[in-house]
């Protein structure tokens, strides 16, 4: 599976306001411009999260975009579905199929492409739904320190 460019500009928009202690809220604008993602395309996705109650907006003076919960309580599994919907990763697994229905399956139940991709699609689940999105700039930002320490040797 592969995500798409709206839920990796969401996730890196939702990490940019994760870190951010020194201003509540932020303008489409400035995030846009501090994670070199197209205005356009951020302001429809920012509207998305919204509505899904992962971000708040502010109109007026001191007004913009903040996290609507703490980033412990945002799982990156949510933030995904948003914009790829269930993640199923065949039509059988799937939220849309009614009973499982798989129209090339004689017998989903002992179907054995199906049973390997119910095994991905809990692997995928079983990662995505407990990693939240402080993990995630927590992780991130390790990998940054850790980086930084590193001596160069190079002449």
Known sequence: MMISMRSKYALKALAFLARSKEKE???I????EAEHIPKKFLEAILLTLKSQGILASRKGPGGGYSLAK???AI???SIIRTFEG????V????EQARGGECP??????TCGIRLVMTDVHQALASVLDVVTLAEMVERSDFERQKLSRQLDYSI
């Open 25 to 27: 809220t932020f303008l």
């Open 29 to 32: 604008a400035e995030l846009a």
């Open 70 to 72: 703490a980033p412990a």
């Open 75 to 77: 799982t990156i599994g």
């Open 86 to 89: 269930d993640m199923a990763p």
């Open 91 to 94: 039509h059988c697994l799937s």
């Open 104 to 109: 090339e399956c004689i017998d989903h139940a």
